[in-house]
């Protein structure tokens, strides 16, 4: 069965248009704007909450996992979560911390805070949906919080697709427990996105 017509997606639109908000798939590579993301959870000009995909050049189990992603984000906002709250008090842009991560190093540890409690959730749903490899969606997360990690300690964002790839193929096929143990980038990560 196709993701685009599951039963999981039905349920991500349903519980946007409750709020008034709405999925927007972009057929672009990107959502737009400066930064060269796939998806995007923000709130419109009348405060309305939107999810924005970039299906692109993805395969269906990429961008439905980039939709997965962003869902959870919107679960941590839409549930007044602690973590969410964590990062928002900070009143900073994502942007922002990634120019200058030197100076936002408690910022950073709230977003990665916020990151893996959001991956931790998209994990949750693909695996118990049975949606898709969550073990594959695992490396991809585990690169990414690994992006992140290696931004807190030596103040760069690794954004190579090429290095980002030979990393995604040798993360673990799970989560792990808490940022610190990302902090501690095993050396061959190091190796690849130094």
Not at 47 to 55: F, G
Not at 122 to 128: D, L, Q, S, Y
Not at 177 to 182: A, S
Request: charged share 30%; proline share 3%; net charge negative.
């Amino acid at each position: 069965m196709s993701l685009n017509n599951s039963e999981v997606l039905n349920i991500i639109e349903e519980d946007l248009k409750d709020l008034d908000g709405k999925v927007v798939f972009v057929k672009g590579r990107y959502c737009g704007g400066k930064s060269k993301c796939s998806g995007l959870f923000y709130m419109d000009g009348n405060d309305n909450p939107i999810i924005k995909v970039a299906k692109g050049v993805l395969k269906e189990e990429e961008w439905f996992g980039v939709l997965i992603h962003e869902y959870a984000h919107f679960i941590q906002w839409r549930d007044d979560t602690k973590i969410w709250n964590n990062y928002c008090d900070y009143d900073i842009t994502y942007s922002q911390i990634l120019l200058k991560p030197e100076k936002y190093k408690k910022e950073l540890l709230a977003l990665m805070n916020l990151e893996l409690d959001c991956e931790k959730r998209a994990f949750k749903i693909i695996k118990n949906n049975n949606l898709f490899d969550y073990k594959e969606y695992a490396q991809n997360a585990n690169s990414i919080l690994y992006k992140y990690a290696f931004l807190y300690n030596y103040n760069n964002w690794p954004d190579d697709n090429r290095k980002y790839r030979k990393v995604q193929k040798i993360c673990p096929v799970k989560l792990l427990d808490n940022v610190k143990d990302y902090l501690d980038i095993p050396e061959d990560i190091v190796v690849i996105y130094s």
